[in-house]
Nanobody, 113 residues
């Protein structure tokens, strides 16, 4: 059994920052790549950022230079630092190890003045 618990979402003004966390527990190894996805109302879920077990990262073009994905393998936790937030970043953000069927429950991020 694997549990993924996201936290850190909220309401923020445009230009603001948030830091999301995803705590993993259960039968999941730090050898897995981890990723953040998001889903806005009426839109398909999209990949935002991915980090390999060794720390290599990739981002969707729309967040490059603004978001930073990281992980702390000693704590089984992944992070997403989000800066210069825009209204179009509003979505439910999920963590997901791409090679597994596991998803967190999501955390709402709302960017609005």
């Amino acid at each position: 059994q694997v549990q993924l618990v996201e936290s850190g979402g909220g309401l923020v003004q445009p230009g603001g920052s948030l830091r999301l966390s995803c705590a993993a527990s259960g039968d999941i190894s730090n050898a897995f790549a981890m990723a953040w996805y998001r889903q806005a109302p009426g839109k398909q879920r999209e990949l935002v950022a991915v980090i390999s077990s060794g720390g290599s990262t990739n981002y969707v073009d729309s967040v490059k230079g603004r978001f930073t994905i990281s992980r702390d393998n000693t704590k089984n936790t992944m992070y997403l630092q989000m800066n210069s937030l825009k209204p179009e970043d509003t979505a439910v953000y999920y963590c997901h190890p791409p090679s597994t069927p596991y998803w967190g429950q999501g955390t709402q991020v709302t960017v609005s003045s």
